[in-house]
Protein backbone atom coordinates (compact mmCIF):
# COMPACT_ATOMS: atom_id res chain seq x y z
CA UNK A 1 0.00 0.00 0.00
CA UNK A 2 1.39 3.43 -0.88
CA UNK A 3 0.41 6.51 0.30
CA UNK A 4 0.47 9.81 -1.19
CA UNK A 5 0.00 12.96 1.20
CA UNK A 6 -2.06 10.82 4.19
CA UNK A 7 -2.43 13.76 6.22
CA UNK A 8 -4.57 15.03 3.60
CA UNK A 9 -6.83 11.88 4.66
CA UNK A 10 -7.97 13.42 7.78
CA UNK A 11 -11.02 15.52 7.33
CA UNK A 12 -14.63 15.65 7.78
CA UNK A 13 -16.45 13.05 7.17
CA UNK A 14 -16.01 10.47 9.52
CA UNK A 15 -17.97 7.22 9.68
CA UNK A 16 -19.07 5.30 12.70
CA UNK A 17 -18.10 1.55 13.43
CA UNK A 18 -19.95 -0.07 16.32
CA UNK A 19 -18.99 -2.37 18.27
CA UNK A 20 -21.15 -4.65 20.41
CA UNK A 21 -20.37 -5.19 23.63
CA UNK A 22 -22.20 -7.64 26.41
CA UNK A 23 -25.28 -6.81 28.23
CA UNK A 24 -26.53 -5.14 24.57
CA UNK A 25 -24.10 -2.29 24.97
CA UNK A 26 -22.40 -0.82 22.26
CA UNK A 27 -19.14 1.13 21.67
CA UNK A 28 -18.53 3.55 18.62
CA UNK A 29 -15.39 4.49 16.81
CA UNK A 30 -15.40 6.92 14.72
CA UNK A 31 -12.99 6.80 11.38
CA UNK A 32 -12.52 9.40 8.24
CA UNK A 33 -14.32 7.44 5.12
CA UNK A 34 -11.41 8.97 3.44
CA UNK A 35 -8.95 6.78 5.29
CA UNK A 36 -11.24 3.93 5.39
CA UNK A 37 -11.79 4.25 1.63
CA UNK A 38 -7.36 4.71 1.19
CA UNK A 39 -6.66 1.55 3.47
CA UNK A 40 -9.40 -1.15 2.69
CA UNK A 41 -9.62 -3.21 -0.67
CA UNK A 42 -13.69 -3.06 -0.03
CA UNK A 43 -15.87 -0.77 -1.71
CA UNK A 44 -18.12 0.86 1.10
CA UNK A 45 -20.41 2.92 -0.36
CA UNK A 46 -20.16 6.63 -0.09
CA UNK A 47 -23.73 6.66 1.73
CA UNK A 48 -22.97 3.77 4.19
CA UNK A 49 -24.66 5.03 7.57
CA UNK A 50 -22.39 2.94 9.94
CA UNK A 51 -20.75 -0.49 9.93
CA UNK A 52 -21.23 -2.65 12.47
CA UNK A 53 -18.95 -5.19 13.39
CA UNK A 54 -19.68 -9.13 13.83
CA UNK A 55 -19.21 -9.87 17.53
CA UNK A 56 -16.02 -11.49 18.01
CA UNK A 57 -14.60 -7.87 17.34
CA UNK A 58 -13.68 -7.03 20.92
CA UNK A 59 -13.02 -3.14 20.97
CA UNK A 60 -9.67 -3.44 22.27
CA UNK A 61 -8.72 -5.22 18.76
CA UNK A 62 -10.62 -2.05 17.22
CA UNK A 63 -9.15 0.57 19.07
CA UNK A 64 -5.82 -1.37 18.02
CA UNK A 65 -6.36 -1.40 14.47
CA UNK A 66 -8.08 1.93 14.11
CA UNK A 67 -4.96 3.43 16.34
CA UNK A 68 -2.37 1.96 13.52
CA UNK A 69 -4.02 3.41 10.58
CA UNK A 70 -4.05 6.67 12.15
CA UNK A 71 -0.90 6.32 13.12
CA UNK A 72 0.29 5.31 9.20
CA UNK A 73 -1.64 8.72 8.64
CA UNK A 74 0.52 10.45 10.63
CA UNK A 75 4.04 9.11 10.32
CA UNK A 76 3.13 8.06 6.18
CA UNK A 77 4.99 4.97 7.10
CA UNK A 78 3.70 1.45 7.38
CA UNK A 79 4.59 0.33 10.88
CA UNK A 80 4.22 -2.74 12.79
CA UNK A 81 0.79 -3.96 13.44
CA UNK A 82 0.29 -4.32 17.19
CA UNK A 83 -0.87 -7.38 17.96
CA UNK A 84 -2.97 -8.30 21.03
CA UNK A 85 -1.53 -10.51 23.72
CA UNK A 86 -3.57 -13.55 23.24
CA UNK A 87 -4.52 -15.88 20.99
CA UNK A 88 -8.30 -14.76 20.84
CA UNK A 89 -6.90 -11.12 20.50
CA UNK A 90 -5.12 -11.70 17.53
CA UNK A 91 -8.33 -13.72 16.09
CA UNK A 92 -10.35 -10.84 16.91
CA UNK A 93 -7.84 -8.36 15.61
CA UNK A 94 -7.59 -10.26 12.39
CA UNK A 95 -11.20 -10.53 12.36
CA UNK A 96 -11.86 -6.23 12.54
CA UNK A 97 -8.96 -6.17 9.41
CA UNK A 98 -11.35 -8.73 7.64
CA UNK A 99 -14.36 -6.83 7.62
CA UNK A 100 -12.55 -3.65 7.06
CA UNK A 101 -10.59 -4.94 4.15
CA UNK A 102 -7.38 -3.43 5.54
CA UNK A 103 -5.17 -6.02 3.88
CA UNK A 104 -2.10 -5.19 5.37
CA UNK A 105 -3.58 -6.21 8.59
CA UNK A 106 -5.00 -9.25 7.01
CA UNK A 107 -2.10 -10.22 5.93
CA UNK A 108 0.34 -9.67 8.50
CA UNK A 109 -1.96 -10.99 11.40
CA UNK A 110 -2.53 -14.25 9.13
CA UNK A 111 1.43 -14.96 9.46
CA UNK A 112 1.12 -14.40 13.10
CA UNK A 113 -1.83 -16.07 13.48
CA UNK A 114 -0.50 -19.15 11.41
CA UNK A 115 2.72 -19.82 13.31
CA UNK A 116 1.04 -19.51 16.78
CA UNK A 117 -1.44 -22.46 15.32
CA UNK A 118 1.99 -24.35 14.72
CA UNK A 119 3.72 -24.06 17.98
CA UNK A 120 0.66 -23.83 20.50
CA UNK A 121 -0.88 -26.50 22.24
CA UNK A 122 -4.66 -25.90 20.38
CA UNK A 123 -7.25 -26.14 23.17
CA UNK A 124 -11.19 -26.06 22.79
CA UNK A 125 -11.14 -22.47 23.96
CA UNK A 126 -9.08 -21.37 20.61
CA UNK A 127 -11.10 -23.54 18.16
CA UNK A 128 -14.15 -21.33 19.83
CA UNK A 129 -12.83 -18.11 18.76
CA UNK A 130 -11.72 -19.20 15.54
CA UNK A 131 -15.15 -20.71 14.63
CA UNK A 132 -16.99 -17.98 16.00
CA UNK A 133 -15.03 -15.28 14.20
CA UNK A 134 -16.04 -16.39 10.80
CA UNK A 135 -19.24 -16.89 8.60
CA UNK A 136 -19.06 -20.16 6.81
CA UNK A 137 -18.23 -18.27 3.16
CA UNK A 138 -15.15 -16.52 4.88
Known amino acids: MTLTNPASLLSDPCIPIVVEMGCGGKYEFSIYKKVLQAF ?13 MPPSVTTSAMEDLVNWIYVTCRTSELTQIPMQDSFIGKV ?5 AVTLGIGHAENALWDQL ?9 EAEHLEAVYCAFEPND
Open 114 to 122: KSEIQDMAF
Open 92 to 96: SLYRA
Open 40 to 52: STKEFPYFVGKII
